[in-house]
């Protein structure tokens, strides 16, 4: 069982919209959490890394939020453009180092 | 400075062969780590290799291995290759500092396609 589920699977939104995906993770112990964007053909792409102790960090129109306690994170996309249109990947770090990652949000930006 | 770099970026085995792929990172990092990435399971890690020594490992067959060279360079091979084992296969680098390991940002390469027929 994938000890990182995201929901929802995919979904549609238009531009200019803001969406916001989840991430549920029960690996322990933790280290960190990261959001990774990635484009179709592509690896993926660094958006944010969280420890334990940090809430929110954003990164230009991305906001990832952590609540430790619940064991889940948010990415909030403000603005959508369709550059957008990716698949975005949680994933998080035991304290060993070793990465365990979720199937993904597959995000689609209309005009 | 260049990015991780991976090759073949395509290859078309059949069951039963082996394949070798290919990974060097940015330059000045030490830490390669490859991972599996299918459709229906998502990203899977393999392993990860800093200054020529595997460091941590994933729960995979020991159909598959990999290696380090003293350039950080990094292979991954998988013997015996079986039709499950299509996937995009990615490596990461990062700088691996001892420390602070498990915060070390990673940078992906474009993958290489494996496709068994």
């Known amino acids: 069982k994938n000890q990182v589920e995201q929901s929802p699977q995919s979904l549609i939104i238009l531009e200019g919209k803001n969406c916001t995906l989840q991430c549920n993770y029960t690996v322990s112990p933790f280290s960190n959490l990261r959001w990774y964007k990635q484009d179709t053909g592509r690896g993926p792409v660094s958006l944010t890394i969280m420890t334990f102790s940090e809430n929110t960090k954003s990164n230009g129109r991305y906001t990832a939020t952590l609540d430790a306690d619940t064991k889940q994170s948010s990415l909030h996309i403000t603005a959508s453009q369709l550059s957008d249109s990716a698949s975005y990947i949680c994933g998080q770090a035991d304290s060993w180092g070793k990465l365990q990652f979720g199937a993904g949000t597959q995000v689609v930006v209309t005009p | 400075k260049a990015g991780v770099t991976q090759t073949p970026r395509y290859l078309i085995k059949t069951r039963g062969q082996q394949v070798t792929l290919s990974c060097s990172p940015i330059s000045g990092h030490r830490s390669v780590s490859w991972y599996q990435q299918t459709p229906g399971q998502g990203l899977q890690f393999l392993f990860e290799y800093f200054s020529e020594t595997q460091r941590n490992k994933g729960n995979f067959p020991g159909r598959f291995s990999g290696r380090q060279f003293s350039n950080s360079r990094s292979e991954m091979n998988v013997s015996t290759l079986e039709l499950g084992d299509s996937a995009l296969y990615l490596c990461?680098?990062?700088?691996?500092?001892?420390?602070?390991?498990?915060?070390?940002?990673?940078?992906f390469g474009p993958g290489t396609r494996l496709t068994v027929l």
């Open positions: 990461a680098s990062s700088l691996g500092l001892a420390g602070g390991r498990v915060y070390n940002e990673q940078f």
